[in-house]
Structure formats: structure tokens, C-alpha cells
């Protein structure tokens, strides 16, 4: 089992930069890719930056160039460092781990975006 827990999220303007951390616990080893997805009220949970486990990145195309996904192996945490923030990334982000062909979720962390 592996437990994730999130940290970061809250109210910022436009423009503004958050960063979300989740630290990773339990079951720790063979962890592959780490990620974030997000979920905005009335929409699906959809993806938003992944890294795998050699740091090989994949972003959303609406977050490309903004959001910056990194990871500590050694703390077992990943990063998302979000830049330029708008109001449509609104939402509650959620931390995602997969290990040995099982994905874990965090409790979500709720980003707020003001115009």
C-alpha cells in the first residue's frame, strides 16, 4: 500500500504561483510514475503533469510552458510548481502514484484562481 499525502494547494490571483508538494509513504519501492491530475466542479478528472521514475515528463497541453512537474526519489515526494496561474486551472488536484501496475490517489488539494 502506499499512502500520498498533499500539501500546497489555496487561493491565489491570476498570474499568481502555487506550489503542490505530495509525500509519498507505505510501499515506497518500485514506484514508477508519479503525477497530478485535476478536477474541476462538473468535469472530469483529467491529466495534468506526470514524471516517471528516470524524470521523463508529460504535461497537459493547457498547462505546457506554465507548470513545472519534478520529483525527490529520495524523499519520495513529487512537485508541481505552477506559474502564470489562470482561473481555469481552478480546481481540486489530486496526487497520483502507480507502483507495480496499481495506481494510488491523494485526498485532492483544492486550487483556487481569481480574476
Known amino acids: 500500500q502506499v499512502q500520498l499525502v498533499e500539501s500546497g494547494g489555496g487561493l491565489v490571483q491570476a498570474g499568481g504561483s502555487l506550489r503542490l508538494s505530495c509525500k509519498a509513504s507505505?510501499?515506497?519501492?518500485?514506484?514508477?510514475?508519479m503525477g497530478w491530475y485535476r478536477q474541476a466542479p462538473g468535469k472530469q478528472r483529467d491529466l495534468v503533469a506526470t514524471?516517471?521514475?528516470?524524470?521523463?515528463?508529460n504535461y497537459a497541453d493547457s498547462v505546457k510552458g506554465r507548470f513545472t512537474i519534478s520529483r525527490d526519489n529520495a524523499k519520495n515526494t513529487v512537485y508541481l510548481q505552477m506559474n502564470y496561474l489562470k482561473p481555469e486551472d481552478t480546481a481540486d488536484y489530486y496526487c497520483y502514484v502507480r507502483r507495480l501496475m496499481r495506481d494510488y490517489w491523494g485526498q485532492g488539494t483544492q486550487v483556487s484562481v481569481s480574476s
Open positions: 514524471i516517471t521514475s528516470d524524470s521523463s515528463t
Open positions: 507505505g510501499s515506497t519501492f518500485s514506484i514508477n510514475r
